[in-house]
């Protein structure tokens, strides 16, 4: 059985009787027929489909034969999605290319929810996420490891959920940091915020949870907010 070589454009032909693809170089090349009857047959440049996974056997068209199809049929998929199609030519099956599953979404990133809308955001400044911003929405915003509006999945000093939270109050257009059900004390702007209270933020204020400090940016102020709804 000929050992196929695949050029750099995806064809696949035998090294044997090529030096290079005959394919990209649109050649083609006489052989004796099968059969030793002194005759001969050509493979032509635009053999079949071009792009397919190599035969099983040496693609030249037998005297008074034609080129053999190339039949796909379709595998069941897997679980993971992985399984593509196979090829089946003169009765043998080769296996196509794999389609491999999506990319997860960014798991540090919550749903998209269109109730929600966007009223600051908080900015990492110091640890695993600096650089990075996050969204806070119109009510309340809560911050977690595994659970809430804003996951920190990188720092494992954050608590499991609920940590701290902000709140958004539209009829009156101010914002607050409360603390959460937690037993990880929280900072704002340096000091401890105490179980039960709250503070009302102001634009670049500085909240620190676990190992991350944010600096607080507000959308809605003086300039715009969002209209309360009746």
Not at 84 to 89: E, L, V
Request: net charge negative; proline share 8%; aromatic share 10%.
């Amino acid at each position: 059985m000929a050992q196929y070589k695949q050029c750099p454009q995806g064809h696949y032909y035998d090294p044997t009787m090529y030096n290079t693809c005959p394919y990209c170089s649109g050649v083609s090349r006489s052989v004796d027929a099968p059969g030793g009857l002194g005759s001969s047959s050509t493979i032509p440049v635009n053999y079949q489909n071009q792009n397919v996974v190599p035969p099983t056997a040496d693609p030249v068209t037998p005297v008074g034969g034609s080129i053999p199809t190339i039949e796909v049929v379709n595998s069941k998929k897997s679980n993971s999605d992985s399984a593509g199609t196979t090829s089946t030519i003169g009765g043998a099956t080769v296996p196509a290319p794999i389609n491999f599953p999506k990319p997860k979404e960014n798991e540090d990133t919550p749903p998209e929810d269109d109730t929600k809308f966007v009223v600051g955001w908080l900015v990492a400044v110091e640890g695993p996420y600096r650089g990075r911003s996050f969204e806070l929405y119109n009510g309340y915003c809560s911050i977690g490891r595994e659970q809430g509006d804003i996951i920190l999945k990188k720092d494992k000093q954050v608590s499991r959920e609920k940590n701290i939270s902000t709140v958004y109050d539209s009829a009156n257009n101010c914002f607050y940091i409360t603390a959460g059900e937690s037993r990880n004390v929280a900072h704002f702007n340096g000091k401890a915020i105490l179980s039960g209270s709250s503070k009302e933020m102001t634009a670049y204020d500085e909240i620190k949870v676990g190992t991350t400090k944010f600096i607080f940016v507000p959308f809605c102020c003086d300039k715009f907010s969002w209209s309360v709804e009746e």
